[in-house]
């Protein structure tokens, strides 16, 4: 196919070779979503210990010979279909633990992080602006979150030469602070630190260099972009947001539909023929060892304070109680951990729980329950909520940023209407989860009914084509 546009993706992470959160999801599903429209991705990325191993033969399309502290280059190399560029600078990037730190605790971020990321944006800005050694150069700079924010800023200091800059926010409370001290080691002109551009409350942010600075802003939701702009949601940056709303829009991310998909499972199932999905459930309670009358709930998350998991405890006991059951998989916040111990604890038999983070286990859980929850405080898109409109798990949200774009609640007049997809509650707190779950397990004792959501659940079209034309749409505006 003619390839009519090419875009540098800037980031952190990257499916499937390093994730923390969604980030990494979207970063690897937006190549093979853009392709189809003739646009052409390459994805940027540290070179962390495992994927410098993994580009060592690849050739070199980029050198950098002073690169805080060290010498860096880009290797370029496609793994399963990615177009990857695997900026090789071991003093920076070939260590022990995450992408982060050495471990993911307070206290574990690595000390030269903004260096680090600073490097990366560094090396894309001038690829950007230069085109890399064999040829391949981009009409558009995408930056994901902090990592990638003085990506813009360095492309616009330094000479755009043409190339659109596009900064997208997956989760605002990531800012990438900064010691003001720090301005003239980070290449970053003097001249700019003011509140209209560097400064952030006398400091630096990598995000806000690269919201101050790029052609477009999105946020991975309309409702999250809607959002940001209050003080509450957009976190000290709502003032920036607002400033700059004209080129601001929220496009949803998408989910693999091959990859999550009922058919694909070991034992399948699809809207036609749900069979499957009864002897998944089966599977999954003895798994756990839980015998559940009323409605099988499952939790897939990072246990933070964002994610509400901490209500869990307060409203489980009458869900319990009228029949439901939930099956939790996570790890983070050892409070929040220690809590789901307790709940698991006092309740055999009807809270399942594993902490850590397992990938084929998450799947098991969308295939087998009949619901999941998703209890945010916010939440940008969110990915668990779509993965259950797919598998037929009816999801109950907090009817906040992205949640509240992608699940239309069973209330009367949808359900007679015949569009209802799952039940969202608001605000977060315990009340408003308690009466959700209340409508839950009325709408599970109701099975036509039940069958209804269902079908229309996954009926629902979450793959990535819609919003992969959205972005192409703005890639475009930008290439005039
Ligand atoms: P966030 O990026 O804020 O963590 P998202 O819902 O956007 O939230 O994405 C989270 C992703 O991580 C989803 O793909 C979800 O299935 C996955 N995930 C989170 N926790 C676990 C876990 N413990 N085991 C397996 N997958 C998990």
Sequence with gaps: MQVKGRVLSVASECVPFVKTGGLADVVGALPAALAPFGWQMRVMLPGY?????????WAEVWYEGNLWGGEGRVLSGNIDGLDLMILDAPHLYDREGGPYGAHSGPGGDFWDNPQRFASLSWVAAKIARHGAGDGWKPDVLHGHDWHAGFAPAYLAY???AGVGSVMTIHNIAFQGWVGAGQLDDLRLPPEQFYPGALEYYGN???????????DRITAVSPTYAADLVRQESGLGLEGVIRARSSIVSGILNGVDTDIWSPEHEPIPYSAADMRGKAINRANLCAEFNVDV??????????MTDQKGIDLLPQVMPEFIANGGGVIILGSGDAQLERQMHDLAWNFPGRVGLRVGYDEPMSHRLFAGADAVLVPSRFEPCGLTQMYGLRYGTLPVVSAVGGLADTVITANPAALSAGVATGITFH??????????LRQLTALYADKPMWAKVQQRAMAQDVSWTASAAKYVALYEGLRG
């Design 49 to 57: 210990r495992a994927l410098r191993h993994r580009a060592a033969n």
């Design 204 to 214: 630096l942010s990598s995000l806000k260099a690269g919201l101050v600075t790029c």
């Design 427 to 436: 605000p977060t707190d315990v009340p408003a989860f308690a009466i959700a």
């Design 293 to 302: 009358p009323g409605p099988l709930a499952i939790v897939v998350s990072r």
């Design 158 to 160: 330094g000479g755009k």
